[in-house]
């Protein structure tokens, strides 16, 4: 079974709408991150929480804002969808905000049409 | 800054070959150096991981990597492939403060031919 969740699998919406993407992992970890792949660029880094408190943020735009709930969920909501936001996002998490090494779900495909 | 850099985007070999894939980083301070494997439509696994100690790492799956301070890589490498191991590999650094800030090369995509 996955212990890490993320929903939905497939996401597609039209440029200037909301979506909200969601994480949930059961491994106990008290990190957890964000990444997107896109087809443009390498996978790269977005958010990270550590005990829901969010540590480091390298994404520019404030259209991204990370929601944690609970210590196991961290949700990614996306504001005023653009075409450029289409990418895979996956979540990740870790024990701890350190050399830990990261187990990740198997990402949201969202397309901005 | 720090860069990784990944210079074959593509590797084919046949089953029963061995394979290297390149990483060659660029980062000041001390680092913590990974490989992770991606099957297609699926999230990244973990294989393997440095950060001191024996340069040479072993992984799961029989992957080993050898870290190289001189030459600012970390390559990985296979005695003998399998079929079910065509994937995209990553390799990613991270370093300083943010740890859990991995930074990822663009990807190997291995090709193996039964």
């Known amino acids: 079974d996955p212990k890490i969740i993320q929903k939905p699998k497939y996401l597609v919406a039209v440029t200037g709408s909301e979506k909200i993407l969601i994480c949930e992992q059961y491994?106990?970890?008290?990190?957890m991150y964000w990444y997107r792949q896109s087809a443009k660029k390498p996978l790269e880094f977005m958010f990270s929480?550590?005990?829901?408190?969010?540590?480091d943020n390298q994404t520019a735009s404030s259209r991204f804002q990370p929601q944690s709930s609970k210590k196991n969920h961290l949700d990614l909501q996306i504001t005023a969808l653009k075409p450029d936001d289409s990418a895979t996002y996956f979540c990740?998490?870790?024990?701890?905000?350190?050399?830990?090494?990261?187990?990740f779900g198997a990402g949201t495909r969202l397309s901005v049409l | 800054t720090q860069t990784v850099s990944q210079s074959d985007a593509h590797v084919t070999v046949f089953e029963g070959d061995s394979v290297e894939l390149r990483c060659n980083y660029s980062?000041?301070?001390?680092?913590?150096l990974s490989w992770y494997i991606q099957h297609h439509g699926r999230g990244l696994q973990f294989l393997l991981k440095?950060?001191?100690?024996?340069?040479v790492v072993q992984g799961v799956n029989g992957f080993e990597a050898e870290f190289s301070k001189s030459d600012s890589s970390f390559h990985l490498r296979k005695a003998s492939v399998h079929w079910s191991d065509s994937a995209v590999y990553f390799c990613?650094?991270?370093?300083?403060?943010?740890?859990?800030?991995?930074?990822f090369g663009a990807g190997t995509q291995l090709i193996v031919i039964p």
């Open positions: 990740a998490s870790s024990q701890d905000s350190g050399r830990y090494t990261l187990y």
């Open positions: 491994l106990g970890h008290n990190a």
């Open positions: 929480y550590s005990y829901q408190k969010l540590m």
């Open positions: 980062y000041g301070g001390s680092i913590y």
């Open positions: 440095y950060y001191s100690g024996n340069p």
């Open positions: 990613a650094v991270s370093g300083g403060s943010a740890l859990g800030r991995l930074h």
